[in-house]
């Protein structure tokens, strides 16, 4: 089962996305810390701030277990309201990571470090006759 992960740094208002296979973040929950070294960051503690399902349905705080339910929203995730005061049932996942989880977001909570280099994550190249913003 491998599980895309999306780690947020505040710091530096970046993200970057990885694909691993972990089953050691199986039965967590939204809100929890853990460590970096689950995901291949060592040194870093990361929070789990959200995700969504294999279908794409979105993750909630406020709903309990691994499983899907239909409840009524007043905001995000899951529904953006049109007008004040406006809400619609819609279909929500639970606050717990389960096998039917497909995507898991992160951000980092402690550690310093140059996380693209620590994961791998090659740097973007610059497409050919861009010029860069003066300050």
Do not use: H, Y
């Not at 990885?18 to 967590?28: A, H, N, Q, S, Y």
Request: charged share 30%; proline share 7%.
């Amino acid at each position: 089962m491998a599980l895309r992960i999306v780690i947020n740094e505040p710091k530096t208002k970046k993200s970057w996305q990885i694909e691993k296979d972990v089953p050691t973040l199986i039965g967590r929950k939204i809100g929890e810390k853990i460590e970096g070294s689950l995901i291949g960051l060592g040194g870093f503690v990361l929070q789990i701030t959200g995700g969504s399902d294999k279908e794409g349905f979105p993750m909630r705080a406020e709903v309990d277990g691994p499983g899907r339910k239909r409840i009524l929203l007043s905001g995000p995730p899951g529904f953006i309201p049109k007008k004040e005061g406006q809400r619609k049932r819609k279909n929500i996942v639970g606050n717990t990571i389960s096998d039917r989880t497909g995507q898991v977001n992160c951000k980092v909570v402690e550690g310093d470090g140059d996380i693209p280099t620590i994961l791998g994550i090659p740097p973007k190249q610059k497409a050919e006759g861009t010029e860069e913003k003066k300050a």
